[in-house]
């Protein structure tokens, strides 16, 4: 028996612990619907002797309205409704209004207004009147509760796949990318190449921003274009003389901040399809520029050879996941345009950044 006192014990208190705030909530809102309904539309009750008499009879049918308005929120609306089975729901809502409606004028009524309401019917029209304010009210704000409820769990989910698309966009650093630096570094140091200290300073700056200094959601802008810069001269080193690299920058505000890798991907996307398609006269021309009021335009265009090219370049899982955070983290605050020729690729974004802490 203690033991499933114990138990019992342990589920309310995990059941009050889980919902206190819409148990507050539903008191309150019982408080201010049994003030404005029975208070307020009531006279005479100016004198302690009336509202002795007068309160008894108004808890009983408030407490008659509000247990199936309860009933109602919390065993048919997640039980039927939330199911789609919306006929059982209706016919259940009807039969409970109908026991509300006798409860009230063969039980309640009886026992409070015996010689006067008490004694007759005043017809379904008139008790609907009284009963379904009330009921209507209480599934009222148990919706805006819903609502708001869900609100915020659509927020945090919003978070959560903010973080989870920046995480999945670190995880999709080329590993050729990587391996074609380390060989080239090894290359260069066993020729004592001048190049060799660029080179790992580059790498480290770039792997350094990806792993450790983008993790908030937006960063500075001249972090990321001074990274996108790095990230460029490492894939310059790759190419060397097989081809003309281009990078231009015109940021006339630096008081403004972006959401990290979503340019990255496009860079990146250029030299692969370049690179893969061509091993001679490759040409990749990057050019960022930023207004005074935090426009900022992107364009990338690559070359490739069609020949040697395979698949859709505008389609790739990186792409796709970029066109996603776009959606999310600049909603009608972007236009992005991807165009591909026979033997040129372009991408084209502009977007509205934001100001440094907002």
Not at 31 to 51: K, T
Not at 102 to 120: H, S, V
Not at 163 to 191: C, G, M, R, T, V
Request: aromatic share 14%; glycine share 4%.
């Amino acid at each position: 028996m203690r033991s499933i006192l114990m138990v019992m014990k342990q589920q309310l208190h995990a059941f009050f612990t889980k919902n206190y705030a819409e148990i507050i909530y539903q008191l309150l809102v019982s408080v201010a619907l049994f003030f404005f309904y029975s208070f307020i539309q009531e006279e005479g009750i100016y004198n302690s002797e009336a509202i002795q008499k007068w309160i008894p009879y108004k808890i009983a049918f408030f407490g008659n309205y509000m247990v199936a308005a309860m009933f109602i929120n919390y065993v048919l609306l997640p039980k039927l409704y939330s199911r789609k089975r919306f006929g059982l729901f209706f016919t259940s809502v009807a039969l409970l209004i109908i026991l509300v409606i006798l409860t009230d004028e063969f039980f309640l009524e009886k026992i409070y207004f015996p010689e006067t309401r008490g004694t007759y019917f005043p017809g379904v029209f008139f008790t609907l009147v009284e009963t379904l304010p009330l009921i209507i009210f209480y599934m009222g704000f148990k919706f805006a509760w819903d609502y708001n409820k869900k609100q915020s769990e659509i927020e945090k989910l919003k978070v959560l796949v903010k973080d989870s698309e920046l995480q999945f966009l670190k995880s999709q650093i080329n590993p050729h990318f990587l391996f074609n630096n380390l060989n080239n570094l090894y290359a260069y140091a066993l020729e004592e190449s001048p190049k060799t200290p660029t080179i790992i300073l580059e790498l480290s700056s770039v792997l350094r921003y990806m792993l450790y200094d983008c993790k908030e959601d937006f960063v500075p802008l001249p972090k990321e274009v001074e990274h996108l810069k790095n990230f460029t001269e490492l894939y310059k080193l790759q190419i060397e003389h097989r081809g003309d690299i281009q990078f231009h920058t015109n940021v006339a505000a630096s008081e403004y901040s972006i959401a990290p890798l979503i340019l990255m991907v496009f860079i990146e996307n250029a030299f692969k399809h370049s690179t893969n398609s061509q091993s001679e006269g490759i040409e990749i021309e990057i050019a960022i520029t930023v207004s005074q009021t935090g426009v900022l335009n992107f364009i990338c265009k690559n070359g490739f050879s069609p020949l040697d090219q395979k698949g859709n370049t505008s389609r790739g899982i990186g792409i796709l996941n970029v066109r996603k955070r776009l959606e999310l983290l600049y909603p009608n605050a972007h236009t992005l345009e991807i165009t591909n020729t026979d033997t040129v690729f372009n991408v084209a974004l502009k977007m509205q950044l934001k100001p440094i802490g907002q």
